[in-house]
């Protein structure tokens, strides 16, 4: 039973359960970008660069065939078009994630250039002010 205990706490300890939510969040993030970087990014690219599909680029070093059996053996090929999406996706996530880096950073600089709040009266102050109140 302490296993289990030990367990449960390890669990719900806070940084445990901020890394799972900066997981789940970050996976969900990337697919945003990878769908945002496939679907509106690219296909543009693509046109200029003359109706090219990143998708299609590959190197091809042996043409698929049909053996002796009748059984169509795939073609081998360095797929090199999939490899430049994943570095433009790789790259549009660190901007990303370097901008809301830089907000937050200029948003924890104004929270400490932020005046303080007027101090108020010490303990020592106001202990005079009810003794002197008293006295009267």
Do not use: H, W
Not at 43 to 58: C, E, Q, R, S, T
Request: glycine share 8%; aromatic share 10%.
């Amino acid at each position: 039973m302490a296993f289990f205990k030990d367990f449960k706490s390890f669990l719900l300890k806070g940084d445990i359960v901020n890394l799972a939510t900066a997981v789940i969040v970050g996976g969900a993030f990337g697919k945003i970008v990878t769908s945002f970087t496939k679907d509106i990014i690219m296909p543009p690219i693509g046109m200029l660069l003359g109706d090219v599909n990143f998708a299609d680029l590959k190197y091809i070093l042996k043409e698929g065939a049909t053996n002796a059996a009748g059984v169509e053996v795939p073609a081998v090929s360095i797929n090199y078009g999939n490899f430049l999406q994943m570095v433009i996706d790789f790259i549009i996530i660190g901007l990303c994630i370097f901008m809301v880096l830089k907000a937050y950073e200029k948003s924890k600089k104004k929270e400490e250039a932020a005046p303080a709040a007027p101090a108020g009266p010490t303990q020592e102050e106001l202990l005079s002010e009810i003794r002197d109140l008293l006295k009267k």
